[in-house]
Nanobody
């Protein structure tokens, strides 16, 4: 089993930047594809970005393309989400996800609030 702990959320002004981290433990991190999802109040959880186990492939939601960057450091068992040019509509709880075939693990989330 994989345990995931997100950190780095907080309050930021529109146009600002924030870097989220997700630390994994309990299993072999490098074999899992990783993703960031978010859930805004009253909305369904949506995919933000995913990265393959090696880091060689990434995909982003259209709403964050060009602004967010997902990366991973397998030596540190950590995946990151660099968020730039933040908008109020980015406000959400951001969740880290680890996936290997049918296996699916989630962190508890970290709140990002974009407001002036």
């Amino acid at each position: 089993q994989v345990q995931l702990v997100e950190s780095g959320g907080g309050l930021v002004q529109p146009g600002g930047s924030l870097r989220l981290s997700c630390a994994a433990s309990g299993s072999i991190f490098s074999i899992y594809a990783m993703g960031w999802y978010r859930q805004a109040p009253g909305k369904q959880r949506e995919l933000v970005a995913i990265i393959s186990s090696t880091g060689g492939s990434t995909n982003y939601a259209d709403s964050v393309k060009g602004r967010f960057t997902i990366s991973r450091d397998n030596a540190k068992n950590t995946v990151y989400l660099q968020m730039n040019s933040l908008k109020p509509e980015d406000t959400a709880v951001y969740y880290c996800n680890a996936r290997l075939g049918p296996m699916d693990y989630w962190g508890k989330g970290t709140l990002v609030t974009v407001s002036s």
